[in-house]
């Protein structure tokens, strides 16, 4: 038999779906619109295997329309037209539902020939995406329908899953199978939420398995093991995910755990993303540590160069260094911050021109008020400072930077507030 496990097994009844009690549970919403059978254009929206195709179908059977399916990885404009055709027509007499998966691969121009027909209700829509529909779909079409976002499913939903897997194919090809104690809840971790992978790996395990000398097909967790290689791991280094992943990195050593920053970093090596790894780890170190700790800049600058240097798998060694290095540095945002504001000023046309004693020239123009550059040269001064303009005058006496409250940055701040009330 062909036909994967999992859509053999494939749920029937909302009752039988995996997970997704937040979006199917009675008093949610999705199945009060689903039981009252009137059906809105809908959009499904989370990551692969959670369920989304199969209440998309259970769906359809529960309606009286005509059903079409298109996949928008292959459908074309030919294949949108095809199913509007129908529309008016005996075999749309009950209404048209196109259930349209990956929608995210269809064009504007595929999206906005749909638009006419779903607005007047000629055609209702069931989209699903793995991608965020707010950035992949339509405006004109996403106004027009109610996008549900489906999530992974927990870990004991997806072994209770694993566990009817086995014993679905123990009755249907009549095998006797012994399962080693944990291997369910080994492949429902290995799956990272997607029930799909995860009913498919039963299968390939009962495949893969060895019997014994009474012929019982024996998988253990040495088989899972082997099977599972980076089967867990879920990334798309053009997609959400990939985002997502770059921005719990950052954001764990921004929030000094040294944990969850190096669970991230293995994340990204083991999808084999180097350069990502490395330039998040070095924004991070200007950005999140910065001035705080300034010599941190070319230590971990220092240990991307020998990441890059030396390849995979040494690569980890220095990275790790890295990264628990910025989770355990004293934080600063500061400059970043005196950054933004001072963008913000000249995004807003607050520049002016430059301060005379800074200009690069040396000699007035006949209409210059005062003549000379009266530049007063710095070290030329006790302390190596003097008081002089140096901010256009749009913008004089504008404070931007605010020493953080770290030991680094309070030093320096003491040290010319001390120079600079000598010189008054």
């Given amino acids: 038999m062909n036909t994967p496990l999992a859509d053999r097994l ?21 199945r009060r619109i689903i039981e009252g059978g009137k059906i809105p254009n809908l959009i499904f929206y989370g990551p692969s295997g959670v369920g989304k195709t199969t209440v998309a179908r259970i769906i359809a059977e529960r309606s009286d329309m005509r059903l079409h399916k298109l996949n928008g990885t292959t459908a074309s404009t030919a294949d949108i037209k095809q199913v509007i055709a129908e529309v008016g027509t005996l075999a749309g007499a009950g209404g048209i539902l196109l259930y349209l998966d990956e929608i995210q691969y269809f064009t504007k121009k595929q999206q906005q020939t749909l638009l006419e027909h779903i607005e007047n209700g000629n055609v209702t829509l069931i989209a699903s995406t793995t991608e965020n529909p707010y950035f992949y779909v339509y405006g004109a079409l996403l106004s027009r329908s109610t996008v549900f976002e489906f999530k992974p499913v927990d870990i004991a939903d997806v072994e209770k899953a694993v566990e009817r897997g086995f014993a679905f194919l123990e ?27 995860s009913i498919n790996m039963v299968e390939l395990s ?15 967790n040495e ?22 992943l770059l921005s719990a990195f950052q954001k764990s050593m921004r929030g000094s755990d040294p944990n969850a920053a190096i669970h991230y970093l293995a994340r990204l090596l083991e999808a084999g993303d180097l ?18 700790y300034p010599h941190i800049l070319p230590i971990v600058k220092a240990a991307v160069d020998m990441a890059l240097q030396v390849g995979m798998p040494e690569a980890r060694i220095p990275l790790a260094d890295a990264v628990i290095l910025v989770c355990q540095s004293p934080k600063s945002n500061s400059a970043y911050l005196a950054l933004d504001a001072a963008t913000a000023d000249i995004r807003a046309g607050k520049s002016g021109p430059f301060p005379r004693q800074l200009q690069n020239k040396h000699y007035d123009g006949e209409d210059a008020v005062v003549k000379g550059q009266h530049y007063l040269y710095p070290h030329s001064f006790e302390g190596h400072w003097v008081e002089q303009q140096y901010l256009p005058d749009v913008l004089k006496n504008t404070v931007y930077y605010t020493p953080g409250d770290n030991k680094t940055e309070q030093g320096f701040a003491a040290y010319w507030q001390a120079v600079k009330s000598r010189r008054k």
Avoid: F, N, W
Avoid at 214 to 219: E, H
């Fill in 10 to 30: 494939r749920p029937q009844t909302l009752e039988d779906v995996v997970g997704q009690r937040h979006l199917l549970a009675h008093d949610k919403a999705l």
């Fill in 275 to 292: 350069p990502s790894a490395c330039r998040r780890l070095m924004v991070c170190a200007a950005e999140d540590v910065g001035l705080a």
């Fill in 171 to 197: 009755q249907e090809q009549g095998l006797t199978v012994s399962v080693e104690e944990g291997v369910a809840l080994r492949i429902a971790r290995l799956s990272g939420g997607d029930v799909r992978k």
């Fill in 206 to 220: 009962v495949l893969s398995a060895s019997p014994d000398e009474t012929g019982t097909l024996c998988v253990t």
């Fill in 223 to 244: 088989l899972v093991a082997q099977l599972g290689t980076k089967t867990a791991l879920k990334y798309d280094r053009e997609g959400d995910e990939h985002y997502d």
